[in-house]
């Protein structure tokens, strides 16, 4: 445990997460956190929308997929954006 916190690439990789920098590193770890988030919400809204007609597995189940296809495309576009915002 002490070589992974003391091992210098990660200690940067920690660093420029928590303090916020935009990099290809961050943007991906930012991005499956996003893309995660929206799994669980679309499985929420399967359940509250469906779970009459679908039961609550498979309402979760086609929330769960169906959630990141419209998210992922505003995280990738979201991610450029404060790509860009950060060169002003």
């Not at 992974?4 to 991906?28: C, E, I, Q």
């Not at 770890?29 to 929206?38: I, Q």
């Not at 809204?45 to 296809?69: N, Q, S, V």
Request: charged letters at 10%; glycine letters at 14%; proline letters at 3%.
């Amino acid at each position: 445990m002490t070589d992974f916190l003391t091992n210098p690439v990660l200690k940067d990789f920690f660093t420029s997460l928590m303090a916020g920098d935009l990099n290809l590193m961050t943007g991906f770890v930012w991005f499956l956190v996003a893309t995660a988030l929206s799994m669980i919400g679309g499985a929420i809204g399967g359940i509250l929308l469906a779970k009459e007609y679908l039961g609550y597995e498979l309402a979760a189940l086609l929330g769960g997929f169906f959630g990141p296809a419209g998210v992922i495309p505003g995280i990738i576009l979201g991610l450029i954006v404060l790509n860009a915002l950060k060169n002003f």
